[in-house]
């Protein structure tokens, strides 16, 4: 019914790119060939730091983005999202399922990026936080 063409990464005005710091806004562009007519389908992501580990999804559904087709036709879909990861090598996983969660297209690891930055935080998530401090 579907079927993931293409993917990269970019800063939303930019070429592609597989490079980021944190906080720099990235935008995964994905194609998908739909394939019947009135095809009903959500469009998932999966981040994983070079463990494994999940770091974070969502999908087109979850998102509030339901995408109906009527194909044949291809699909472009774009997903803008802030760097809010520390330093580090992370895969991303797409995926395309029918609105129950079936499986349509499931490319793990589909994409690499890497995420550079000065500071030495610890895990794969900046906090973004602020300290604050006073003398008492």
Do not use: M
């Not at 993917?7 to 930019?14: F, N, R, V």
């Amino acid at each position: 019914r579907t079927q993931i063409l293409s993917a990269h990464l970019h800063h939303p005005e930019g070429p592609a790119r597989t490079q980021f710091e944190i906080n720099d806004p990235i935008t995964l562009t994905a194609e998908v060939k739909v394939e019947y007519p009135n095809t009903q389908f959500q469009f998932g992501l999966l981040i994983r730091n070079r463990q494994g580990i999940d770091i974070a999804g969502t999908n087109s559904q979850i998102e509030n983005c339901p995408i109906t087709v009527d194909g044949p036709a291809t699909v472009n879909i774009s997903f803008t999202f802030p760097c809010h990861f520390t330093r580090g090598d992370y895969t991303i996983t797409l995926a395309t399922q029918d609105p129950d969660g079936t499986r349509q297209d499931w490319r793990d690891d589909f994409l690499e990026f890497r995420v550079d930055d000065r500071r030495d935080y610890a895990g794969s998530t900046w906090l973004n936080g602020n300290f604050e401090w006073t003398i008492r």
